[in-house]
């Protein structure tokens, strides 16, 4: 490391002096300063003793946001970068590097609700069916460790909904805005008997986003849940639930139109091809979970079916899946016994089956050509240089598909001493992909024109990735405020579906992390540092070639190593200062970075370079504001650094600065009204900036100054 590495002119201590004023002197603690988390062991437990990186978005910051999108919540938070192209329920998520290469959607990450998988076999999730008026808060578990992750080496995010035992909480909202932004949600819950709870929740979201072209969303969404107490103590919570969501996904900007952006605030009429991306899905979800304690034991299981079908346009082609059925069980149970100490056994089964039968790909119908004369003996061909309508055309490709997976995990939770924690446990999951295609035509991407198969091609693919994702953490308390922890574990990631179709030698990643940090918890401030250096072998790597295509494969060795911070300090009664920070340091240790030319493929190694789209420097200030009266207030600003656009590290985009949001407030008695405006300055400036092996960027432009107005009537 250099002398100028933030890793080592950023001691522990001058961090703790800037929020504490002091030393490692002990104060005194009342026992609800912690927040409890399940995410990282499967075990309730204070943040404080968690053997791992792990932040938590409580109740009452959700309810400082209008919650149109999950990254209401969780932007801001330290090593974790997230933001909407479209500002309805799509995110792009990265935690500490994964997750970058995903064009839509997120990758390399889990996500979980109430204990059960959003996230397929092959680590893509889905945020379409979260009703995010329905959180009561979100635990993000950082890089691997965690007992729920199968196959994701990004972390965990755990999203947990309102219980429907929780009492109080029946209500009714309504909120409007600029750019055609609405927001209805009711929720009702009562008891049928002593034994028997009912509860009935339901949203719509919708906005136009008129400030560009194609970039509307609306969400509908109902849920029932019923909660039985048996007289044995044990609990039965199910939970049915329909959502359909439709999402438009507008087109990238080039350079120059990205500058007229700038200056007017609007996209319109870009050069981009494919100006009719989005998903349009509809999902059935069911799930149902067991908990029972018979002495020392407790169980629970938990079965989960879900069925969605989509409509998906996106680059080059149409996606039509008719349905796919998801079936799951995870199989837990925690027992306490004396092994060193007071301790701990949680393990359990996990199986899981996706299947789709008949999926079909289509060409564009309506689309706008010129006469393409490519070089060579090539024929001419009319080159598509715009769609008019997402209407399928000619029949491209059907598909069939199996993803399985089967996993067991145990970890050991011991306490030796009062002070000590010491985790280790593992996962072993098997992951099978089981895909049957046959292809009539492609797009291809030298003449930007569809070509069709003389005799259709049958391929079938079946391959099968084994992940060993063992752990130990060890955490000590220095006193009843600081704790020290370190960790090392392991995870794997595989490649999605389409990946693998796209280049079948692609291997599964194996990320190994290293890291120790400092927390503190009193009455009237709280800290968590961390630092931590991660390798990731054979790590799958966005290949970006000319006209916007993506390709992928396995660099040799990728190094992450990185710092993160984060605090609170009370400045009075009722005033809270917030402070965020993130220091990440990626580059490729080992990668021969295949680009196209033509026909041909030519290595160029890009070993020593930085992994491009992570900023080196991310932090976030918040004030929170909360009076006796009614009162509250919130104000959050947030700043992603430059970064490199592509693995050539040829330019950087200067990223953004002090990106504001306001909420005020003001409840009294059942009633509660919120005004919240996002990008408060009116910025004009890019959630991404892409630039492919040829030199031509891509922009995907940040939403304007929007506000909203919510009223919320609370009733027993």
Do not use: C
Request: cysteine-free; proline content about 4%.
């Amino acid at each position: 490391m250099s002398k100028n590495n933030p890793l080592i002119v950023f001691p522990l201590t001058s961090a703790l002096t800037l929020f504490t004023g002091q030393a490692f002197a002990a104060d005194t603690v009342d026992q609800d300063v912690d927040t409890i988390s399940v995410t990282a062991s499967r075990i309730e437990r204070a943040t404080k003793d968690v053997t791992a990186s792990i932040s938590v978005i409580d109740e009452k910051r959700i309810g400082a946001e209008k919650m149109s999108n999950i990254k209401d919540a969780i932007k801001g938070t330290p090593g974790v970068l997230i933001d909407s192209k479209n500002g309805g329920y799509d995110s792009r998520l990265i935690i500490r590097g994964a997750g970058q290469k995903a064009n839509y959607g997120v990758r390399e990450i889990m996500v979980i609700r109430d204990g059960v998988p959003m996230t397929d076999p092959d680590s893509f999730s889905r945020f379409d069916f979260i009703d995010t008026q329905d959180i009561e808060r979100v635990e993000i578990t950082k890089g691997p460790g965690s007992l729920y992750g199968s196959g994701s080496s990004g972390g965990t995010i755990h999203i947990i909904s309102k219980s429907v035992f929780d009492p109080g909480n029946n209500r009714i909202k309504a909120g409007i805005g600029q750019e055609g932004q609405n927001n209805l949600h009711f929720r009702y819950g009562t008891d049928i008997n002593d034994s028997n709870v009912l509860l009935i929740t339901g949203s719509h979201r919708a906005a136009d986003n008129d400030w560009r072209e194609w970039n509307n969303f609306d969400t509908q969404q109902l849920s029932v849940k019923h909660g039985l107490m048996l007289d044995n103590g044990a609990t039965l919570e199910t939970e049915l639930s329909y959502s359909q969501a439709d999402l438009q996904l507008p087109g990238s900007m080039t350079e120059s139109e990205f500058e007229t952006f700038r200056v007017t605030g609007e996209q319109r009429n870009t050069s981009s091809q494919w100006q009719h991306s989005g998903r349009y899905s509809t999902i059935w979800f069911f799930n149902t979970r067991y908990e029972q304690e018979i002495g020392d034991l407790v169980l629970k299981p938990r079965f989960y079916f879900n069925n969605w079908d989509h409509f998906h346009p996106v680059t080059g082609k149409i996606n039509d899946n008719p349905g796919t059925n998801v079936f799951g069980t995870d199989l837990e149970f925690a027992y306490k016994h004396q092994l060193w100490g007071e301790s701990t056994l949680v393990g359990g089964l996990t199986a899981r089956l996706d299947k789709t039968d008949d999926s079909k790909q289509y060409e564009y119908a309506d689309v706008t050509t010129v006469l393409y004369d490519p070089p060579g003996p090539a024929p001419a061909v009319n080159q598509i240089v715009r769609t008019n309508s997402d209407r399928p055309g000619a029949l491209l490709a059907t598909e069939d598909a199996a993803n399985t997976l089967f996993g067991v995990f145990f970890q050991e939770s011991m306490k030796p001493t009062e002070q000590w924690t010491i985790d280790a446990g593992f996962r072993f999951d098997r992951m099978n992909f089981n895909i049957d295609s046959t292809e009539y035509g492609e797009y291809d991407w030298g003449t930007g024109s569809y070509e069709t198969f003389a005799t259709p091609v049958v391929t079938h693919t079946d391959t099968t990735f084994d992940l060993f994702s063992p752990k130990l953490g060890a955490s000590y308390a220095l006193n009843n405020v600081y704790s020290l922890y370190g960790m090392v574990a392991q995870s794997g990631q595989v490649p999605s579906e389409a990946e693998i179709q796209s280049n079948p030698s692609l291997d599964a990643a194996t990320a190994r992390n290293i890291e120790i940090g400092l927390k503190a918890r009193a009455r009237e401030w709280n800290l968590d540092l961390s630092l931590y250096r991660t390798t990731v072998s054979d790590e799958i790597v966005s290949v970006l070639q000319p006209s916007n295509q993506s390709e992928f494969q396995n660099a040799g060795e990728t190094l992450k190593k990185g710092f993160e911070m984060s605090g609170r300090l009370a400045l009075g009664k009722h005033l809270w200062l917030g402070a965020n920070y993130a220091y990440s340091d990626y580059t490729f240790s080992d990668f021969q970075e295949l680009v196209r030319t033509g026909p041909t493929l030519n290595a160029i190694d890009r070993s020593g370079n930085q992994i491009p789209y992570v900023p080196n420097h991310q932090y976030s200030l918040s004030l929170d504001y909360n009076h006796p009266s009614g009162f509250r207030a919130r104000v959050q600003a947030d700043t992603w650094g430059s970064y490199y656009m592509d693995n050539a590290n040829t330019e950087k985009y200067d990223g953004y600065d002090f990106l504001t949001s306001l909420m005020l407030g003001y409840t009294k008695g059942p009633h509660a009204i919120s005004f919240n405006v996002d990008n408060l300055f009116d910025k004009r400036y890019a959630t991404e900036v892409k630039k492919d092996t040829s030199g031509d960027k891509s922009y995907s432009a940040g939403a304007p100054r929007t506000a909203m107005l919510t009223y919320t009537y609370t009733f027993e």
